[in-house]
């Protein structure tokens, strides 16, 4: 999809007062897939195109090439005039703004709202009778502050989505808790979920800081400045064997403790005897590891569907 009908589209959807959330809730389709049609990353089916037509009252030829139906028995008395009048604020809106280069583009109406757009940051901020929405497209982040309450997501596939309801629950990545407190107990800062309250207290327990303690103190009261780096390997190794107590998958602990060891080993070997060969032969089997215990998982895991 073109650049021209992406932005017929975010023009549309901001023009019927819709956000993006909005917008995908009553076409039924994701908010993400609402974004990537408004960046031209994808574009919309034909049944979600007619769906779109039918919602902003234009014909599809409108919605494609930004042509307007010349049927005069739809138009309604001074429905020209008022066309007319839009092209030309619409004239005036691009004239005000065509001076401006890479500056920020702001647009005050009493209808609209305040809507600002930075294409140097590619930020987006729109405040209207709907709520606040803000969009960052580069990062793939947004915001949405509204009646319905607040959302969260950052638009990647990857990322996370979080809501607030009516109910006073809060919904993060599909799962509703019943309290943002509750949610910050079975939840890291990174959304990770936690089985178990060990679980949970090991991955919380900052043992970077306990690792960085170690390493001063071996430098300080031993010398051993060069061997003490080699602390920093327990910290992923550590990590490992909080997801074990927590999920109880041996294959993971393996794929994060056997790398961390193979490496060590070899630095140890490089560093410190000076025999990095044939010592590099350990990091071909990394990946053959990692490929074998990605394996026994899948299998394990058609087992229990079987």
């Known amino acids: 999809m073109d650049l021209a009908m992406a932005q017929r589209l975010v023009d549309r959807r901001k023009a019927a007062g819709l956000s993006q959330e909005a917008l995908a809730a009553q076409l039924g389709v994701s908010r993400q897939a609402v974004s990537k049609w408004e960046r031209s990353e994808s574009s919309p089916d034909t049944d979600n195109l007619i769906a779109l037509a039918a919602l902003y009252g234009v014909s ?29 604020d619409e004239a005036e809106d691009s004239a005000e703004h065509a001076d401006c280069g890479d500056k920020p583009l702001v647009d005050i109406s009493l209808a609209r709202g305040i809507h600002v757009i930075d294409p140097n940051k590619g930020e987006e901020v729109h405040v209207g009778w709907s709520g606040i929405h803000v969009t960052n497209e580069r990062k793939g982040e947004e915001v949405h502050v ?88 327990l910290i992923p190794v550590y990590y490992a064997i909080g997801d074990f107590i927590d999920r109880r998958h041996l294959s993971k602990l393996i794929e994060v403790i056997y790398p961390a060891a193979a490496i060590a080993w070899f630095l140890y070997m490089w560093l410190c005897l000076g025999q990095p060969h044939p010592a590099w032969i350990i990091l071909i089997t990394i990946p053959i590891v990692k490929a074998l215990m990605r394996w026994c998982r899948k299998q394990w895991k058609c087992r229990k569907q079987a």
Do not use: Q
């Open 146 to 233: 509204g009646p319905g309450g607040v959302h969260i997501d950052t638009l990647e596939d990857d990322g996370h989505s979080v809501r607030t309801n009516d109910d006073g629950t809060v919904t993060i990545d599909g799962e509703t808790f019943s309290s943002w407190k509750e949610a910050h107990d079975k939840l890291d800062h990174h959304g990770k979920h936690f089985h178990t309250k060990v679980g949970r207290a090991w991955n919380k327990f900052p043992f970077p800081a306990v690792v960085a303690l170690a390493y001063l103190a071996l430098g300080i009261i031993c010398g051993a400045w060069s061997m003490g780096l080699f602390l920093v390997f």
């Open 60 to 88: 599809l030829d409108e919605l494609l090439y930004g042509e307007a139906a010349n049927d005069a028995d739809d138009l309604e008395d001074g429905g020209a005039d008022t066309e007319t009048a839009n092209v030309a």
